[in-house]
Every structure is written in structure tokens, then in C-alpha cells.
């Protein structure tokens, strides 16, 4: 990473408040290395659960530390780590902080230009991979494979975290780049410290919880969960990737208490009917979302799967903490069905662009919010003021403070004048009794400009067909909002994110010859 540039895009934020020394995020779990429990149980090899404790842990980051330094990797340089979820992962990840350096989490799922375009704009100048990544990145870049000679790379010893300042970056992840190339954030050690501590104490989490992550640790959701695990102590289970019947599985065998993911993961695992039926679940007691709308039908099914559980969302975006909401009113009222929580403390916030001041862009500043983008001082400019950061989201926020989610202001789209959001006529279709999942997705139209189509997964045994499903819309919610088509599919096709891969259901709707103009 360059310095300078680095150092102009938080000149803003040292003005505002004087530099001040903070904990280095990377020991963020030094408290804990006298604790019995495991730090990680990496089921890569299910047979085989590789365990790490607090104290084998520390030590290997602490390796990672001194083999980096080693190899000339200085304060504010960054490094690559593309890799499958494994333990090795999370001992780079504390490592590379450690020495003051900047880890660069990499979805290795993205096509390979796009992961090239990332280490090329990052300037990585060393990348952890595994097998399976070794083909993504260029080969004149120095590479430390997992798989061959991470173990070789390692040295062993103590090493003394360096000491930051809480502007200095500890994190620069990408966002996925939907809309345009991948832009790297600025996250700080004073920011995510903020975060975590926020979160363990909200959610009440302590060093008794075993908390299962399966998302992609190169993804916020994961790197979050990474974080507020470690801070208490508690227990770790990781799966390389998600699938669902694994998932159970290790909820049943290491008593998870505490599942995190996105509504699509929790989808795919309560279809597993036959193996929900068979498993002990009732160890779990949380169960926590975020990244997409869950709709009330969803809750439901997790609370009947889960009988002990509460469902908790997790409001945020990679660069506004990323967290923002959380679970509890402080006059103790109850989550209203739909919220997706109650502002946190320390988290300012305002609506923009609304029809009142109750409703619009979401527009927050807290602790966590990110110094801005990776050599894009005009984004920087136009999303981060002040202190203040343009989400792009629409919320609205009720009478006792309540908020719910309404669109991304990118989905938005505009049929025969009226504006509709996908998400909310996702959540009108999910009511219907027959109906599991739903995505809608604009397509264009020539009378209408563009128009909502539905794919839809039906329920076992469901029968409910085309013309039903958009009775069932008009009926229940607005006339221009109802979809024009319905197209039924068995499985959503899914992202590196474990999100629904709408461009492939694009192709899926274009390959099978669906017709999308017409319809009333």
C-alpha cells in the first residue's frame, strides 16, 4: 500500500481527534491463552478436527509475525490472504496485524481478473493461499501456500505487537463489486476494536459459547463473527465452506450454540428435513443473520427448527463498522416481526431523500465507520463526509425506534412510474403459505420501462401455480409491484457469499426461453 496515500485518506480523521495509541487488534485474544476451551476446531478433514487452543494459536500468529518480518514486510504493506476456511486463515489474519501490516481478505470465488485487479490495487507484497487459490494469483508474487510451505514459512518465538495508533488501518477488505470493480476499505485497529467490543456486549457473548462459522471468512459476516468469538474466548468451529447437511451435523456433534450466516444458508439447511428430524439442535441459542432480508415465514421455520433459539439480525455494511443495529430496545420492547433492529450506542444516524424524516437513505457515523476507499479519493468523497457515511440503503424507522430495511437504492427500479424494490416484494411473496424462498429481479420491458419477475422455490408438496402467485401479490400488496412472470426453480443458484447469484438466474430465465413482456 502506498503510505501517502494512506496517510491523506485519514489526515481528515487524525484532525478531528488527536492520534492516540491503541490495542492492536491483533491480540485481540492475548487475555484468553490460559483458557481450556479450544480457540478454533477446524473441520476441514470432518474425521480429523484439527484444534487450536488460545495458546497454540497465539503462538503461531506470533510466528507468522516473525516470519513476515523476515521477509521484509514493513508497517502499512499489505498481504493477500485467499483461502478456504481453514485455521491457518485466522493465524495469518492475526499475524499480519501483529507487525502493523494489512491483511487483505480475497474472494476467491471472484473471476480471476477481478482477484488479480484486487492484488494489483492493493499492492500486495506477499499473498497466503491455499491449493486451490495458488492458480489465481501471479506468479512473480511471492506466495506462502497452506498446503506446502506455510509450516516451512513460520518461524518460531515470541514477538512484541507493534504499536499503533488507532487511525493506522488494521484491515482492508473489498466489497463484492456488484456495481463496478471491487473497492478496497479502509477499516482501523480503533474502529474494529470498537466494533467487536460493541458486539460481545450486546449480544452478552461469552467464552462458554461455540459458535459455528461456515460463511467464507473473506466475507464481513465471517470476519465479524472471527472477531467477537475471539474477544470473550469462546469456541470457534469452522467449516471450509457451507453445505448445509455438514452444517447440522456440527451443530449436533460440538454443541454449537451460536450459528451465523445469511437467509439463503439458513434456507438450504432447514430443507435437510430428514436430517433436522434425526439431529440433537437444541443446543443452539442464537441464531444470527445478516447481509439480506429475512422474511417473518423464515423466522418462523428457524424457531421451529431451533426451539431454544433467538433469532438476532445483523444490520451493517463492510464500511459503516460494520455494525450499526443491534438486537435489544433499551426500554426492553420487543423486536416488532420484519426490524431488523435498534440503533446501537454510539450510532448516530439520519434518513435523506425520504418522502418524511422517519424514512430514506440510511446516513451513519460511529466509531467503526471506515477512513474511506483504497485510491478513489472521489468515491471517498462523495460516500464519506464528516465523519458520516451514505450507506445506500433505504430504512424506515418506526414510532419506537424500530428499524426496517427497504432496498438498496442501486435495486431500485422504476415499472410504469411507480418505484419498486425488490426486498419488499421478496417479503410479500414469502408469505404465502407454498412459497419457501423468492427472488425478484427487474427485467427490461418496453411499455413499462422494466419490470419485477419472481423466481420462486415452492414447498414440499406445494401446488401453487403461475397465475396464484400473482393473484396472491395482487391481493396483498401494491397492483404495479405484483410480478409479470413467475418462474419456479428447484435450487437458487448461490455467489462465492453464499448469496443468491441473481446474473445466473438471469441466464437461467434467457436460456429457457421465458418470455418477460406482456402480462398486465
Not at 484532525?15 to 491503541?22: I, N, R, W
Not at 441459542?285 to 431451533?306: C, K, Q, W, Y
Amino acid at each position: 500500500m502506498n503510505v501517502a496515500t494512506r496517510e491523506n485518506a485519514i489526515s481528515k480523521v487524525r484532525q478531528e481527534s488527536p492520534p492516540s495509541m491503541t490495542e492492536n487488534i491483533g491480540t485481540l485474544f492475548k487475555a484468553n491463552l490460559e483458557r481450556k476451551n479450544p480457540a478454533v476446531i477446524d473441520l476441514s478433514d470432518p474425521l480429523q478436527p484439527l484444534i487450536r487452543s488460545y495458546a497454540e494459536l497465539n503462538a503461531r500468529a506470533d510466528g507468522v509475525a516473525l516470519a513476515l518480518v523476515a521477509a521484509g514486510i514493513a508497517p502499512g504493506d499489505t498481504v493477500g490472504i485467499l483461502s478456504l476456511n481453514r485455521v491457518e486463515f485466522i493465524e495469518s489474519f492475526f499475524g499480519i496485524m501483529r507487525i502493523g501490516a494489512v491483511p487483505v481478505p480475497v474472494n476467491i470465488k471472484l473471476p480471476s481478473e477481478t482477484v488479480r485487479y484486487i492484488l494489483t490495487d492493493a499492492a500486495t507484497k506477499l499473498n497466503f493461499v491455499d491449493e486451490a487459490a495458488k492458480t489465481l494469483v501471479p506468479r512473480e508474487r511471492i506466495n506462502i501456500c497452506f498446503d506446502d510451505d506455510y509450516e516451512v514459512f513460520i518461524k518460531p518465538g515470541a514477538f512484541d505487537a507493534v504499536p499503533v495508533l488507532g487511525s493506522d488501518l488494521c484491515c482492508m477488505p473489498y466489497t463484492s463489486g456488484t456495481t463496478g470493480k471491487p473497492k478496497g476499505v479502509y477499516l482501523t485497529h480503533e474502529g474494529q476494536q470498537w466494533a467487536a467490543n460493541t458486539l460481545v456486549k450486546h449480544r452478552r457473548l461469552t467464552a462458554n459459547e461455540r459458535i459455528l462459522i461456515s460463511a467464507p471468512f473473506f466475507h464481513k459476516n465471517a470476519l465479524v463473527a472471527i472477531k467477537t468469538a475471539m474477544l470473550p474466548g469462546a469456541s470457534l468451529i469452522s467449516l471450509p465452506r457451507f453445505d448445509a447437511s455438514q452444517a447440522l451435523k456440527a451443530i449436533h456433534e460440538h454443541k454449537v450454540t451460536m450459528i451465523t450466516g445469511v437467509p439463503t444458508m439458513l434456507y438450504m439447511m432447514m430443507a435437510e428435513t430428514d436430517l433436522v428430524e434425526s439431529l440433537d439442535l437444541n443446543s443452539v441459542t442464537t441464531v444470527s443473520m445478516g447481509s439480506a432480508p429475512a422474511s417473518d415465514s423464515l423466522i418462523n421455520r428457524i424457531l421451529e427448527t431451533f426451539p431454544n433459539a433467538e433469532v438476532q439480525f445483523n444490520y451493517g455494511i463492510t464500511e459503516g463498522g460494520p455494525l450499526m443495529v443491534g438486537w435489544f430496545h433499551p426500554e426492553g420492547k420487543s423486536r416488532p416481526l420484519g426490524s431488523v433492529g435498534y440503533p446501537l450506542p454510539q450510532c448516530e444516524y439520519r434518513f435523506e431523500g425520504g418522502c418524511h424524516d422517519k424514512e430514506g437513505e440510511l446516513i451513519v457515523r460511529n466509531p467503526g465507520v471506515a477512513a474511506g476507499y483504497h485510491n478513489l479519493p472521489d468515491a471517498t468523497a462523495e460516500k464519506f463526509q464528516d465523519g458520516w457515511f451514505r450507506t445506500g440503503d433505504i430504512l424506515r424507522e418506526d414510532e419506537d425506534g424500530w428499524l426496517y430495511f427497504v432496498g438498496r437504492i442501486d435495486d431500485m427500479f422504476v415499472c410504469s412510474g411507480e418505484n419498486i424494490f425488490p426486498s419488499e416484494v421478496v417479503l410479500l411473496l414469502e408469505r404465502h403459505p407454498e412459497i419457501v424462498q423468492a427472488v425478484v429481479v427487474p427485467f427490461d420491458d418496453e411499455r413499462r420501462g422494466q419490470v419485477p419477475v419472481a423466481f420462486v422455490k415452492r414447498g414440499p408438496n406445494a401446488v401453487v401455480d403461475e397465475e396464484a402467485v400473482k393473484q396472491y401479490a395482487l391481493a396483498e400488496g401494491p397492483a404495479y409491484a405484483h410480478p409479470r412472470r413467475v418462474i419456479f426453480v428447484e435450487e437458487f443458484p448461490l455467489s462465492g457469499t453464499n448469496k443468491i447469484d441473481e446474473t445466473a438466474l438471469r441466464r437461467f430465465a434467457e436460456n429457457e426461453g421465458e418470455r418477460v413482456n406482456g402480462g398486465q
